[in-house]
């Protein structure tokens, strides 16, 4: 495998994925060095996660105009969760750990895109004139913090 490489992807290419995951720019990530915003992190960076200090292997990048995304508003989903209002893209799976776990799943916590939380009020569809996203890749499948929020990230992928 060569070396990580920062990529940048079309609109169109990010949009015919459904935007599956993508973090806002500006979304505070935990890393070893504290937290960062996440246009600031590179390949090779150390983000904790749900199962500890875990090398960043690649960063997708795009900007998109007229976007659908979901915003989560502060402490939508418990105490500072998240700290701040967050947009994440409507297919970006998030770590739910409250009654809407239990309610949906009859789990503790569960894996769910963010436009299955969409309340209307608290967490809601917005579309934004333009957003920059970055797509966090992993050896493999990951749980990064950012932004109080516990968000999953895909394991490395082929870049041709």
């Known amino acids: 495998m060569g070396n990580p490489t920062l990529t ?3 609109a169109a290419a990010l949009q ?3 935007l599956a995951q993508g973090i806002t720019a500006g979304t ?3 890393t070893l060095d504290g937290e960062l915003p996440v246009q600031f992190l590179a390949p090779g960076d150390r983000v904790i996660t749900r199962s500890g200090a875990r090398v960043l292997k690649d960063i997708a990048v795009s900007v998109l105009q007229d976007v659908p995304m979901v915003r989560i508003s502060a402490s939508a989903l418990g105490h500072d969760r998240p700290e701040g209002d967050v ?3 409507p297919g ?3 770590l739910v750990r409250d009654w809407r776990a239990k309610a949906l799943y009859d789990r503790s916590s569960a894996m769910v895109e963010a436009q299955r939380l969409v309340d209307g009020d608290y967490i809601r569809r917005e579309v934004v004139a333009e957003a920059r996203l970055f ?3 992993f ?3 990951e749980v990064l913090y950012a932004g109080g929020l516990e968000l999953a990230c895909a394991s490395a992928r082929v870049i041709v």
Do not use: H, N, R
């Open 139 to 141: 050896e493999q499948e």
């Open 87 to 89: 947009f994440v893209t």
């Open 92 to 94: 970006q799976p998030v």
């Open 135 to 137: 797509t966090l890749y």
């Open 16 to 18: 015919d994925s459904a």
């Open 8 to 10: 940048f992807e079309t």
């Open 28 to 30: 505070m990530v935990l």
